[in-house]
């Protein structure tokens, strides 16, 4: 059975840290890039972070380069977002999806592309 579960999301004061979580299962996870996707109330999802199955290969959007880091860990077979500096207009639900064999630039097609969703985290910053 396929799934992908995610964990890690919270409520959390500008400035600090989450990191994020996204545990496949049923499928192999190497096979597949990775995206980070959000979506606030009353806004288009958009693509956060990306990593590309083969060369570790990465998309950030500009508002979250240098702050957000996605990783994966192959043998686990999970993947990670780690957002630093956290920011009230970066409070959103969180997704991540895999894409059989494709590369970073899954980022920037947020409807499309993804085989597997994970169920969503909330983040909120907030003071």
């Known amino acids: 059975q396929v799934q992908v579960v995610q964990s890690g999301g919270g409520l959390v004061q500008p400035g600090e840290s989450l990191t994020l979580s996204c545990a496949a299962s049923?499928?192999?996870?190497?096979?597949?890039?990775i995206g980070w996707f959000r979506q606030a109330p009353g806004k288009e999802r958009e693509g956060v972070a990306c990593?590309?199955?083969?060369?570790?290969?990465?998309y950030y959007k500009d508002s979250v380069r240098g702050r957000f880091t996605i990783s994966r860990d192959n043998a686990k077979n999970t993947a990670y977002l780690r957002m630093n500096g956290l920011k009230p207009e970066d409070t959103a639900n969180y997704l991540c999806?895999?894409?059989?064999?494709?590369?970073?630039?899954?980022?920037?097609?947020?409807?499309?592309?993804?085989?597997?969703w994970g169920q969503g985290s909330q983040v909120t910053v907030s003071a």
């Open positions: 999806a895999a894409a059989d064999h494709q590369t970073a630039e899954i980022c920037r097609y947020p409807y499309g592309f993804m085989d597997y």
């Open positions: 049923g499928f192999n996870l190497e096979n597949y890039a």
């Open positions: 990593i590309d199955y083969e060369y570790g290969s990465t």
